[in-house]
């Protein structure tokens, strides 16, 4: 099992920034696939940014590519979704999500993943 703990959602005006924590434990983090997905009221949940299997590549959603940065601290067991240049569409509940087996395409559609975090909400106003 692995628990997922989401941090560091708020409020911020339009054009801020804000920067989302996850911490994992449970099993080896290392060894986890990590990603960021969200879901705004009325809508499904989506991709936003996710590493690839190996851990040395990342992938984007076509909306966040520039603003947002995922990155991770093995040492700390936590993974981070650093989002700039927030605009209101990115308001939404943010979930980080885990996956253990190993896969050669990126991990971008919900089943993908094998556990999930209750979720972080980020409001943007404009």
């Known amino acids: 099992q692995v628990q997922l703990v989401e941090s560091g959602g708020g409020l911020v005006q339009a054009g801020g920034s804000l920067r989302l924590s996850c911490a994992a434990s449970?099993?080896?983090?290392?060894?986890?696939?990590m990603g960021w997905f969200r879901q705004a009221p009325g809508k499904e949940r989506e991709f936003v940014a996710a590493?690839?299997?190996?851990?040395?590549?990342?992938y984007y959603q076509d909306s966040v590519k520039g603003r947002f940065t995922i990155s991770r601290d093995n040492a700390k067991n936590t993974v981070y979704l650093q989002m700039n240049s927030l605009k209101s569409e990115d308001t939404a509940v943010y979930y980080c999500?885990?996956?253990?087996?190993?896969?050669?395409?990126?991990?971008?559609?919900?089943?993908?993943?094998?556990?999930w975090g209750q979720g972080t909400q980020v409001t943007v106003s404009s």
């Open positions: 590493f690839s299997w190996t851990g040395d590549s990342t």
């Open positions: 449970g099993r080896s983090f290392s060894r986890l696939t």
């Open positions: 999500a885990a996956a253990i087996a190993y896969s050669s395409t990126w991990r971008t559609r919900r089943d993908q993943y094998d556990y």
